[in-house]
């Protein structure tokens, strides 16, 4: 089920339960498309399908944040973001 996987992305948030520095780190660093680039190459180049299935959900998901005006975070608010304030 790949689908459940894009669930588990938004445990980073949970960072925001501490405070938003801890928050927007925890955020930013699983929602970052390095990471998915990362995880796909890894992935693909030692042929471990986990990591490459994992990597292009990510890759996705965070794309797919971005179209709906959700960007990497500051580390001031959740809703403050290199795309503009939220909301």
Do not use: C, E, Q
């Not at 445990?11 to 928050?23: A, P, Q, R, T």
């Amino acid at each position: 089920m790949p689908g459940g996987f894009t669930l588990l992305f938004y445990l980073s948030m949970l960072g925001y339960l501490i405070n938003s520095k801890v928050g927007a780190w925890m955020y930013n660093l699983i929602h970052h498309k390095l990471l998915a680039i990362a995880l796909m190459a890894f992935g693909f180049w030692f042929g471990n399908s986990l990591s490459a299935l994992i990597g292009i959900l990510l890759f996705g998901h965070s794309a797919l944040d971005r179209v709906f005006g959700y960007g990497l975070k500051y580390l001031d608010h959740f809703k403050n973001t290199h795309l503009g304030r939220i909301g």
